[in-house]
């Protein structure tokens, strides 16, 4: 799915980047493809939070339902594309305490849940599309 992203740029600031349908979800990055990689990001673990705390995803907004938003002034609209099909699922996993505190010193530090961030380091550096080997290849 896709959904509008406002791009902000001050003098003296990175390239912000706020989302209309989702208030409170923003991010940045100080270039353009920072910023919009940002986007993707933000957006796309605002939208697993949301679904964890079982909140429904709304439906994109389109740009004309947008024109008067005042937010929209002196931004520039752009679209940021996010894979919101999929349910998420819950396990337990079991780890010392001191990493645990660890962890969540980490995600706090990276502005993420704890989840995400062990979903995030977790799949670092994955391929995107994982194919099955055969046993003995």
Do not use: Q, W
């Not at 389109?62 to 894979?83: E, H, I």
């Amino acid at each position: 799915m896709e959904y509008i992203a406002y791009l902000h740029k001050d003098r003296k600031s990175d390239y912000g980047v706020s989302f209309p349908d989702f208030p409170g979800c923003v991010t940045a990055g100080k270039t353009l493809a920072e910023a919009h990689r940002m986007a993707e990001e933000a957006l796309s673990l605002h939208i697993e939070g949301m679904m964890e705390d079982g909140e429904p995803i709304p439906e994109a907004s389109t740009l004309d339902a947008l024109a008067n938003d005042p937010s929209l002034k002196g931004a520039v609209a752009f679209l940021v594309s996010v894979d919101v099909a999929e349910k998420v699922g819950r396990f337990n996993i079991t780890a010392r305490k001191s990493h645990m505190e660890e962890i969540d010193r980490r995600a706090k530090k990276e502005g993420m849940t704890r989840s995400a961030y062990m979903v995030s380091s977790a799949l670092a550096g994955r391929p995107k599309e994982h194919r099955p080997t055969r046993a003995g290849r």
